[in-house]
């Protein structure tokens, strides 16, 4: 099997399998960004039946993005194949030992185990659905993307943040920082590397900054009255959660 070992001089091979039945291509430009900040999209497939009427919005994306449109018919009627035929693309990718992370865009929980199998091999797993999309499988992911979020950024590089509404907050995300940054590394004054928050963060979750509106970390947590940010001596950010 190849060496997956990465080169810092290069980015991931990432392959993009889309769930035509259960994904909408009103997100795809999205997924397509935010996966091309995660690594090269050198594989592009969409499986489906490709005979179904309403599949053909998918059809003028095909070229326009280099996507493989992979024919499934349905075998037994009110069935779909096309769960099936990805599965084993995907395991037939990952023993080739070529590709480095995938993106598998589904609002569909039957993908759950095909996430688990991937991570056991130690390779990122980025699932792209929908708000609908059960809570096994965005938790089975390295991170989970909610598309409909995703073009809803507030803050693209900090210059605007003022103008902004406060990100969406709720109990579950204040928990889930205020115990990676409770488990990371502290000094004498309770503040902890922002960089090791975010890796306990993932490490325990499917989180990920752009489902709240953001695309950086730093961004989020400063506008959360948890938590102060600052810049540290080595002009790293820190944190420290204030109630």
């Not at 991937?118 to 792209?128: A, C, K, M, S, T």
């Amino acid at each position: 099997m190849t060496d997956r070992n990465d080169s810092p001089e290069r980015e991931l091979n990432i392959a993009l399998l889309i769930d035509a039945d259960n994904a909408s291509p009103d997100h795809l430009d999205e997924v397509l960004t935010v996966l091309a900040e995660l690594g090269e999209i050198n594989i592009r497939r969409i499986y489906g039946n490709w005979s179904k009427t309403q599949l053909k919005n998918w059809g003028t994306l095909t070229g326009r993005h280099s996507l493989v449109p992979v024919q499934q018919f349905d075998i037994t009627k009110g069935k779909s194949a096309t769960d099936m035929r990805m599965v084993i693309d995907a395991m037939d990718l990952l023993y080739r030992g070529t590709v480095e992370g995938f993106g598998i865009m589904s609002s569909d929980s039957d993908f759950l185990p095909l996430a688990q199998r991937i991570r056991e091999d130690g390779l990122p797993v980025y699932g792209f659905g929908q708000d609908k999309t059960p809570v096994g499988f965005r938790q089975a992911c390295t991170r989970f993307f909610d598309v409909d979020k995703l073009g809803n950024g507030k803050n693209n590089g900090g210059s605007d943040k003022g103008k902004n509404a406060g990100p969406r907050v709720d109990e579950e995300l204040t928990e889930l920082l205020g115990n990676a940054w409770k488990a990371s590394k502290r000094d004498e004054e309770g503040y902890a590397a922002l960089s090791e928050i975010g890796q306990r963060a993932k490490a325990v979750s499917s989180f990920a900054v752009r489902n709240y509106g953001y695309t950086r970390l730093s961004d989020l947590v400063s506008e959360l009255d948890n938590f102060e940010v600052k810049k540290g001596d080595d002009n790293r950010l820190i944190v420290k959660r204030l109630r």
